[in-house]
């Protein structure tokens, strides 16, 4: 039965209801009322659905229903400001590539949501002008009130109209003794971490002018090199002035720009500079800022009164609506991809929202993901603006050594300590010790929801397992066989600190950096202020100390236990240690003033690794070239893709099985299914996996996704619950 409209206009709204149940998939028609007649593609409804209400975005309009008209529900409400249609499209997109739904997709694009939305009105200021203070002088008549405000105005300065009474100021400002000015009240983030020392605009190196002339063409829509580049400069070589003018010119062209960074509170110095730069039409979008802050900062860029987004993996949904660059700033950062339901990676995102708007791509880094070396067009800048050489790195062989510093490392300390000047120590490990074991009976302490080993915090403290983060107090005797000899083995970041303190006393100061000593708003970037004002001491912390800071005259660099990162059984374990040395020792050595000369030093139980001793020759080349060689024989991305799916459930044969039985379910399809196999259990859940290696990404998903709707009656009676991650970290 059809409902055949009379009339021009769609009045049938196809609605995604937000729910987050997988089962129900949209889009549902709904009626529109003639005086919501201009709902568009984007429209957030609030819709009636079953029993219960709903919000909904619309996805299409239309003139027919496959059901009748008179049966079909209208909306309740029309919520503004709505998605932009290119978010709607991009998100259905994202929905297929990521396995997900298009509802839980559309929650990534929706504004921030504002309690009482409606926005701000700007906030009228009235100040005295010269006939004004004229007029108190005694040349003029004024009635007392008036007299009053004018005193108020001139001893205490501008006011809000408001605060001092609308009907006398207009009286006073129709005979031009104080004028208004509107403000917008609207708080802006600003940037309180650093101190602006960019006014001007620097004169390019040749090799950035080069580098710039090759992306300005593509901006101006030359599509010789398809609009795809890659920025692989070494640290400190002037990659972001080259974003900056890039961005600079996207503007002159009269476009926006969406400038991508990792994490916002580790990069503030990014931030400020282009804050600096273009000021007002820069928007901040992230986490850390509150939801008034978020929705007026996504206000400004969807009227275009903000042209230029900077922030981390979700700034990617900027709703900017004519887009001519899309800068992605150390491109090789897991930040960008995202952990939760759609598990998107914002790179991916950032290509595909590029073509939609026919914008031009700029990733940059010093150790580009191998990826990108192939899919993007590369251009180099090989020396650091500064014309220092990249430090030394000379490796260091832990085996046999019995303390968590090599003797050498404390040598190059204590040079440190008595030059007066500044080190960065890293060791990607938090709290006293790695584990905790019993010397009696061997038992070492674990989570009892994961099969991990629990972690001491806070010297004798308590007892941390970092998954889940169950927390137990520090045993003073083994449970098992009594016995009082608890032996800690390994080192965190908590534990170096006092074996820094002990060694170097108090001329040498420590400034801690991981997420036990800076949790809590702000905590973060006031430790890196502090650092970096301090004249001298050691930045310790976990790989967050070796991310993008641009800190002058740092002598030394010191990684502890490089190869930690090497034994987690992953395919980028390689790529991650690379960048990990390299990137530390990009922090090193850097500022025009000469101090000490700068070194790094890389303390192993893998001196022989190649991604060290690539990293140590920073020779990010010759560990590109190996590495997709590698990746070519193993038919690793980029020459196929991976898809993981992981069931889990309380029961560890329950969540084998399903993940046996999606194997039979995906195998048909092609590819490479491998597995199940057992993953160590994680909140209380056991796991099971199968990673699946597929030439045709899209046709994997689609079956793998079908696999799972298959499955999904049966997961629930036994209580399995599945994800499915392609591209996996
Ligand atoms: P990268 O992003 O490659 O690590 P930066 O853009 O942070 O490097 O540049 C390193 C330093 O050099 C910064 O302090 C920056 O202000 C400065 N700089 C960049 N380009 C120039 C230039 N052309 N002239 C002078 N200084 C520059
Ligand atoms: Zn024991
Ligand atoms: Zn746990």
Redesign the pocket.
């Known amino acids: 039965m059809h409902a055949n409209l009379t009339g021009s206009a769609p009045i049938i709204a196809r609605v995604e209801p937000l729910t987050l149940t997988r089962a129900v998939r949209g889009p549902f028609d709904y009626r529109l009322r003639p005086e919501q007649s201009d709902v568009g593609v984007g429209a957030v409804l609030r819709v009636p659905f079953g029993h219960q209400k709903t919000l909904g975005v619309v996805l299409e309009l239309a003139r027919e229903s496959e059901l009748a008209l008179e049966r079909l529900a209208e909306p309740d409400a029309v919520l503004p400001p709505g998605v932009p249609p290119d978010l709607v499209a991009l998100a259905r997109w994202i929905a297929e590539q990521y396995c997900s739904t298009p509802a839980r997709a559309l929650g990534l694009v929706l504004p921030p949501d504002a309690p009482g939305a409606a926005r701000r009105k700007p906030v009228q200021i009235a100040a005295l002008t010269e006939p004004g203070e004229k007029a108190l002088l005694g040349e003029g008549r004024l009635t007392d009130r008036q007299r009053s405000v004018l005193t108020q105005l001139q001893n205490a300065g501008p006011a809000p109209v408001t605060a001092l009474g609308r009907d006398t100021l207009r009286r006073l400002e129709s005979r031009g003794l104080v004028e208004f000015t509107s403000v917008d009240p609207v708080k802006r983030p600003v940037n309180r971490a650093v101190g602006r020392?960019?006014d001007g605009v620097?004169?390019?190196?040749g090799e950035?002018r080069d580098a710039l002339d090759a992306i300005l063409p593509a901006l101006g829509g030359d599509e010789r090199t398809g609009g795809r580049f890659l920025l692989h400069?070494?640290?400190?070589?002037?990659?972001?002035?080259v974003y900056l003018q890039a961005v600079q010119a996207t503007l002159a062209a009269g476009r926006g720009a969406i400038v991508l960074v990792p994490e916002i509170a580790l990069t503030p110095q990014t931030v400020a500079?282009f804050q600096a730069r273009f000021g007002d039409v820069v928007a901040v979008l992230h986490s850390g800022l509150g939801r008034r802050e978020r929705h007026d900062e996504w206000l400004r860029l969807r009227s275009g009164e903000a042209r230029v987004c900077v922030g981390p993996r979700s700034a990617v949904f900027a709703p900017l609506d004519d887009i001519g660059l899309i800068v992605v700033d150390e491109e090789h950062d897991p930040s960008y991809k995202h952990e939760g339901d759609p598990r998107y990676d914002a790179r991916t995102v950032a290509l595909r929202r590029a073509r939609q708007h026919g914008s031009v791509l700029l990733a940059?880094s010093?150790t580009p993901r191998p990826e990108s070396v192939v899919a993007l067009h590369r251009l180099r800048?090989p020396r650091r603006?500064?014309g220092r050489p990249l430090p030394p790195v000379e490796v260091l062989d832990m085996c046999g050594v019995h303390h968590p510093l090599h003797p050498r490392t404390r040598m190059a300390l204590a040079d440190v300590r008595a030059a007066g000047a500044k080190a960065i120590v890293l060791l990607n490990r938090r709290g006293w010790s790695n584990f905790l074991a019993c010397r009696g009976c061997g038992q070492v302490w674990m989570c009892p929801n994961c099969e991990v080993a629990l972690v001491l915090h806070g010297a004798q403290g308590f007892l941390a397992c970092h998954h889940c983060g169950h927390r137990r107090r520090a045993p003073s005797r083994c449970e098992e066989c009594g016995s009082v000899a608890v032996a800690r083995h390994g080192a965190g970041t908590e534990s170096i600190e006092r074996e820094l303190r002990d060694a170097f006393g108090s001329e040498l100061p420590v400034f801690r950096l991981d997420t036990d000593a800076t949790a809590g708003k702000g905590r973060l970037a006031d430790t890196l202020a502090r650092f970096e004002s301090a004249s001298s001491g050691v930045l310790l912390g976990t790989q967050m100390v070796a991310k993008?800071h641009?800190f002058a005259d740092i002598a030394l660099g010191v990684v502890l236990d490089a190869d930690q990162t090497l034994r987690f059984p992953d395919f980028r374990a390689e790529e991650r240690t690379f960048a990990l040395v390299t990137q530390l020792a990009?922090r090193v050595g850097?500022g025009f003033d000469s101090g000490p000369p700068a070194r790094v030093l890389v303390q192993t139980l893998a001196p022989a690794a190649r991604s060290i001793t690539l990293a140590a020759r920073h020779d990010s080349d010759g560990f590109l070239g190996l590495e997709l060689k590698r990746r070519e024989v193993l038919a690793y991305p980029p020459y196929g893709s991976l898809i993981r799916v992981v069931c889990s459930a309380p029961e560890a044969t329950e969540a084998h099985d399903l993940a046996t039985r999606l194997h039979a379910l995906i195998a048909p399809a092609g590819g490479t299914v491998l597995g199940p196999a057992p993953l160590f259990r994680l909140r209380g859940r056991s796991r099971s996996q199968l990673v699946i290696k597929c030439a045709d990404r899209l046709a994997m998903v689609r079956a793998v996704g079908g696999a799972v709707d298959e499955c999904a009656a049966l997961a629930v009676r036994r209580g399995v619950s599945v994800s499915v991650d392609p591209d996996p970290q």
């Open positions: 020392r960019l620097p004169e390019l190196t950035q400069g070494v640290t400190g070589s002037g990659k972001t002035e500079r940059g010093a800048l603006i500064d993008g641009d990009g850097r």
